[in-house]
């Protein structure tokens, strides 16, 4: 990453493409009781995808894919690897705003501005990451791919586990 907190290199670095891929993962370290780190951009300065114990860093940096953004319902549907610039600038070109603006928002995927709840300086304004996801597809360490949320901002479907999984650093799973 960017931080300055020295080198902890993983034991094996694997870009995924896929959510089964990432479950696969998951039942191999699971079996050999190996961590498992979530990386994508590396433009954190907290050292929070360093591999201090080894183990298997995944990167979502292939899972790039904006898959729809729609001004109708102001929603955007896009792969943790995509780069927040590049979401913004899809918004902007639809004649939309996204304001998230971490010092990194250039650089860094949406996937970890989500994992650190990141907002700059317009979070002031108009709030953080957590403001913004209505849904998540994580993979849990157990290898179980589960959808949080709704397309809607209103949902009163149970427990609201979206802001769970905003800001948990990937402590929880895997976005994909």
Do not use: W
């Amino acid at each position: 990453d960017e931080s300055d907190l020295g080198a902890f290199p993983p034991d094996v670095a694997v870009l995924v493409e896929s959510a089964d891929e990432v479950r696969t993962i998951f039942a191999v370290a699971s079996r050999h009781r190996v961590p498992v780190v979530p990386v994508a951009a590396r433009t954190g300065k907290s050292g929070g995808v360093l591999a201090v114990r080894g183990g298997i860093a995944v990167s979502t940096e292939r899972l790039n894919r904006i898959l729809e953004v729609s001004p109708g319902d102001l929603v955007a549907r896009v792969e943790p690897g995509v780069k927040l610039g590049d979401l913004q600038a899809a918004c902007e070109a639809r004649g939309l705003f996204f304001p998230p603006d971490p010092v990194s928002a250039r650089d860094c995927s949406v996937g970890g501005a989500v994992a650190t709840c990141a907002g700059g300086l317009r979070g002031a304004k108009y709030g953080t990451m957590k403001h913004y996801v209505l849904a998540l597809t994580v993979v849990l360490p157990t290898g179980e791919v589960v959808r949080t949320g709704a397309r809607t901002r209103k949902s009163v479907t149970g427990y609201d586990t979206t802001s769970l999984f905003v800001g948990s650093e990937g402590t929880l799973g895997i976005f994909t």
